[in-house]
């Protein structure tokens, strides 16, 4: 046996996978940089950045996208919340029920985009209803450009599919805090809302930080779901990156959009970090 | 069956000294237990020994064999967890099959001996069973059954019973000791129980901070403690320790303790008159105090505090002079809180412990190895 | 307790059941309408209002899309690479995570941190760079590009379930192998990996999922071999409803299926414990 003891045996399994994340992980983000600020010819420019910045779609893809996160994610947030408690609540068959709820988490963003435009297109199946209760008498133009419509459906499709994310990690969370905490406020007078309130969110703090940030980041790169439902009518940051790329084969702009999405990305974590600093010893 | 001997080992975690300069010899057939609170070390020195630790220092000794830099399946040893660490996508029977099958023993012999181990533990029974079909109980019983089945040279065991519940311990204790002796195996065993400990070993070494304090026969550590630590540790209650100082009167030497005198008999007074400094701890174990209703010359008075009547015994704390001693009566003896009540120690049972070292003032020397 | 709080509390329970069927509806009711327009005739998928309770059932729509033009080789191409990633992410990242859950070492700290933060990377974003530089290699509109992309994107989950699966496994069992005969390889082989395999195989199922849903990347990467996501998202404003509709329901179903297949292992590997 050698007197070494150093033991590179954790180092040889690691080894795969560092190299793997670092020539597919890091090395294209460098790239990305790369390309979203230097020319072709290798002399560092903002040109890119100028043009992104002046670009017609660009400011409508932003607020779009922004406008989308803000409607989205606090309804998910609640929603997941309710569907979580509801799962604490010890309710007879809540198995099954944990799993329909989980269900949206096999569902690719197109295929729920394909679904609520079925839903919402003019011969689809809300029109339907609408009709068979007497509402309408002919199919409404939902998805009309002009209109906020489009909008909702996409925030809709969101919340239908992206909730089981932020629901399974909040669950988790959930129920990692022992029961100890609510019983003894429980015991001490408080009722259902106050326990939830004080007890249960504060010590649910880092799942929520957890699953916001995570869940942000997903939709700062939302696209599927709105080309879906809104074609060529409502754009985001994702589609112009994929624009940029495909039909105006300028992968230099592309990448700059793709640093963009990443700057708010990484911002936005950032800023759910200070926000809801989640002190040590609250990590249980 | 084997000798087992390590010399001058050494394990550090970091900075911390887990096992420093430890000698140790088990003999062939012996029973020895390594007893010491948690983090003593004993867990760490059973693991160098069977080499799931690397020692940082030192040698180890498997029949005579230098396995120091042997894995552990080269060592010919067999070990029973704590946790029992029974397999449990195997059936009872390949459990305990499991060391005989990786020594591609052939299948008749395996049969035979998984059948001669699973009747010793009284789980042929049970061997067409997962584990998760099993009791915790059942389950000890297979790891030991795995371990005795395998044709090792020693047999080590690291705090088996310590996950039983009390009832089960106290019965797999005395199972294992009649099984152990009938297989005649050499063991190490790990426990932080100084109860198991005086019942099953031949010889306890009693560690504390990575190194042997003592290590000798049950009734030597119970009865003659090498230190304060272990005369606290051993015994329930732990020894009374009462400070003392040394006195010559009337050429007599005397010990004063507890608010009185006593006198020590003369082996002892050879070793206290030899002292720099008069001061000395008087160890006596509670039932080594006599309880009587009046005076006497050597005897010291106490007052009574707390009666607890242990059905087999009265233990009571009693207030003597500035201090506590706790004291083992018969269990119809009466007694109130606030009695006055006179106790003689007895002398031949004291330890005399140097106040300075917490070293116990030998006058017989313990074997150390 | 008076009689009248007993009531009440029957009445709020009631509303809490009420309100967790409801939920369940609302996602399920979405999944029940795609698949009945999947199974409509085309004349039905054009006519409207369209019935929530379908008079015929027809292979018809399904039949068209399936054999229109590139849809079953995109539909060969995404399980090609779905099987690709799961085997790739598995091989890499199961020793990385057994590392993690049995060594401690230097750096771990900073790997498991480095990880971690992958995850805020909005991964996608990768594939424009990346592909870039398949063209230059000649990569591009190559099936084994897109699995390569989809690995980097796995990799990290996989990594930390996998590390949570070993975590899983007592150490203590995998001793008890070495000290009863095993070499370290062989405790692996005959003690951890059959535990560990339920949990790997979950992960490795849900590494296909997210594979096989994946549009941005692999529109990105491919041009004539597209896999059905990217197939679909192509066409999606050329298609009509009948193809649109079928379409959506094959991207869904096997992805459904799967998960319910290992939705207990997933469940623990997240740390959710059902009753």
Known sequence: ?284 | MAEIHVESVRKTFGKVKAVWDVDLTVHDREFVVLLGPSGCGKTTLLRCIAGLEQVDQGRVFIGQRDVTDLPPRRRQIAMVFQNYAVFPHLTVFENVAFGLRMQHRPKDEIKKRVQSAAELLHIENLLDRYPSQLSGGQRQRVAVARAIAVDSLVLLMDEPLSNLDALLRLEMRAELKRLLREIEATTLYVTHDQVEALSLGDRIAVMRDGQILQYDTPLNVYDKPADLFIGGFIGNPPMNFLDGEVRTEDGRLIVRTGGGEIYPPPEASAVLSRLKEPSVLVGIRAENIETLSAPAEDALQATVLVVEPLGSHNLITMQLGPEQIKVNTDADFQAQPGQTIWLRLNTDKIRWIDKASGRALDYDVSPQS | MKRKTSYSRLVVRGLVYLVAVLIALWILIPIYLITIAAFSPKDVIYSWPKSLFPQTISLETLKFFVSAQYVLPSLRNSVVVALLTLVISLVIGAPAGYALARYIFRGKDIFRIMILSTRAFPIVILSIPLAVTFMKWGLYDNLISVAILHVAMALPTTILVTSSVFVGVSKELEEAATVFGCSRVQAFTRVALPLALPGLAASAIFTFVLSWNEVFAATILTLQNRTLPARLFIQLAASPLPFRFAGGFFILIPAITFMFFIRRYLFSLWGITLK
Request: hydrophobic share 60%; glycine share 4%.
């Open chain 1, 1 to 284: 046996m050698n007197l070494k003891r150093f033991n590179w045996e954790p180092y040889l399994l690691l080894l795969p996978s560092a190299l793997y994340l670092v020539f597919f992980l890091a090395w294209p983000m460098f790239q990305a940089f790369g390309l979203a600020f230097q020319a072709d010819d290798g002399h560092l420019t903002l040109d890119y950045m100028q043009r992104m910045f002046s670009d017609v779609m660009f400011s409508a893809a932003l607020i779009n996208t922004v406008k989308l996160i803000i409607a989205i994610v606090p309804l998910q947030f609640i929603l997941a919340l309710v569907m979580a408690l509801l799962m604490m609540e010890r309710l007879r068959g809540s198995d099954i029920l944990v799993y329909i709820y989980s269900i949206p988490l096999a569902i690719s963003d197109l295929a729920a985009g394909i679904i609520w435009f079925s839903i919402f297109t003019q011969r689809g199946y809300l029109n339907s209803l609408l009709y068979g209760l007497g509402v309408l008498d002919k199919p409404f133009l939902f998805l009309n450009y002009q209109s906020n419509w489009p909008f909702a459906a996409i925030v809709l499709a969101e919340v239908w599919r992206a909730t089981s994310i932020v629901f399974v990690i909040l669950v988790a969370g959930l129920q990692s805090i022992p029961r100890d905490y609510a019983e003894a406020a429980e015991v001490f007078g408080a009722n259902w809302f106050t326990r939830v309130w004080r007890v249960t969110l504060p010590l649910l703090r880092p799942s929520i930080q957890t699953a916001l940030i995570l869940r942000t980041i997903l939709a700062v790169q939302m696209f599927a779901v709105v080309v879906a439902i809104a074609g060529r009518g409502m754009t985001v940051l994702a589609n112009e990156a994929y624009r940029w790329y495909s039909e105006y084969r300028n992968p230099h702009l592309a990448a700059t959009y793709a640093m963009f999405i990443l700057v708010i990305s990484l911002g936005t974590a950032f800023i759910y970090l200070r926000a809801l600093r989640v002190k040590e010893e609250m990590v249980l």
